[in-house]
C-alpha cells in the first residue's frame, strides 16, 4: 500500500505534541520509501484505571534485570490532588509476572504533581525523576501551583524531594527525565524561565541543569534565538567525551528548533544544527538516538511534503534521513537494532497512532495501528528493548477505561 500526505497539520503544547494529518492513497513523487503492514505480535499488558494505579502514563520505560518495568503517570493516584483534580500522578513498578504496584503517589504540595517524564534507575535501584509542577506553592510559574520538583525513590520506595525549581534562574516545568554522566551526575533540562527573551514561548528560554554531589543544582540558562534554543523537552543523550545532547522545539538562526551538545565538564553549550525549512529541513525536533557516529532524531514537517522525519547530522552537518511523506508525525524515542533497522511510534489524523519499524533500505512498515478507547491504547510515548527481541510500551490514552496502557510488541 503506497500512501502520501495532502495536509498535515503539526502543533505543540505545554503538556503534549499532538500531531495530526489526512491520510490518502496515492505515493507522492519522490518519497523514497512504501508503506506495508507486518504480521507481528501485540498485546495489552495493562490497563490503567485512572484512580490509584494512575492514569496518562508518560516518557519510556525502564527494566531492570529482572525484567521488571518502572514508569510514571501524569494523573491518577492521589484524587485528592490540589493541582489536578484527576489526580497528581505515580510511580509504578510493573512486575515481570503483570503486576502493577504504585511505589508513590504524588500530593501536589511539596513533593511535586504531574511528571511528563518517564524515570531513570541507577545500579543501585534507586528511582529519579521530575514533576512539571508541585513543589514550592509560592512559585510564581503555573498560577501559584509550583515549578516543579526533582525527586529521589530509594531502595525502601520511601519518595524524597532532593530539588524544588524557584522558577527564576533555575527554571520551571521539566519535562523530561533525568539523565546519569560518566561521572555520575545528573542532567536535565526545564521548559520554560531562566533568561527571558522576547521571542521565547512564555516566560523565560529554559534551562539545562546538573544535579551534582549532596545534590547540589547548577544551572545553565538557554538563550533563545537566534544565536541559542528555546523550550527544550525531549530527554538529554549522554555521549562519548564527557558530552550530552539534545533539542529545542524553538529557537536557532530561523526560531525552528536547534540540536546542541552541552559539556558535562564546563556546561559550554554549543549549537550543532538550526533547523530552516526554508531549505527543505525539518523543524521542532525531539528525541535523539546516538548510533554509529551519528545523531538521529525525529521532527516535524520537511519539505514539500510537509510530513515527519527522521534526519541525521554528522561532522559534515545535517541531512533529511527519512521523509515519511503522509499522515505520521513521529514522536516519543526512536530505537535502533544491530542491523540497523529503527523503530518508533507516530501520531496519526484519528490521535490514536502507529508502531512502526523503518528498514535499511527505507521502508516503511507499520507494526501496529492503536484502535484506541476501548480496544487499545493510542499515542504510544516511548518503547524499551528486553535484549530477546520484545519491545515494551505505555500510550498516554485509550485501553478499557481510556486512562492509557502498558504494551508488548514482538516485531
Partial sequence: MKLTLQSQCFFRSIHRRVACAALMLVLAPGILTTSRVQAQTYSVLYNFTGGADGSQPVGTLVMDSQGNLYGATKAGGNLNCSVNNLGCGVIFKFTAKGRLIVLHAFNGDTDGAEPEAGVFRNSRGEIFGTTSRGGDPACAWGNGKGCGTIYRLGSSDKETVIHTFNGLDEGAAPAAPVVQD???????????????????????????????????????????????????????????????????????AQNEGTVYRVSAKTGQVTILHSFDLATGDAANPGSLLLSGGKIYGIAGPAGSFSGGTVFELDNTGES????????????????????GNFY?????????????????????????????????GDNSTGMVPDGHGNLYGITFGGGTTGAGTIFKLRP
Avoid: M
Wanted: contains cysteine; negative net charge; aromatic residues 14%.
Fill in 182 to 252: 560518566a561521572s555520575g551526575n545528573l542532567w536535565g533540562t526545564t521548559q520554560f524561565e531562566g533568561v527571558s527573551n522576547p521571542q521565547c514561548f512564555g516566560p523565560g528560554c529554559g534551562t539545562l541543569f546538573k544535579l551534582g554531589p549532596e545534590f547540589k543544582l547548577t544551572t545553565y540558562a538557554l538563550k533563545g534565538p537566534p544565536n541559542d534554543g528555546y523550550w527544550p523537552t525531549a530527554s538529554l543523550v549522554p555521549g562519548p567525551g564527557g558530552n550530552l545532547y539534545g533539542t529545542t522545539l524553538f529557537g536557532g
Fill in 344 to 376: 518508533g511510534q507516530a501520531g496519526t489524523t484519528d490521535a490514536t497512532g502507529i508502531l512502526y519499524k523503518l528498514d535499511t533500505a527505507n521502508n516503511l512498515t507499520v507494526l501496529h495501528f492503536f484502535g484506541g478507547f476501548p480496544i487499545d
Fill in 320 to 339: 533529511i534521513f527519512f521523509n515519511f511523506g503522509l499522515a505520521y508525525n513521529p514522536a516519543g524515542n526512536l530505537l535502533r537494532d544491530s542491523i
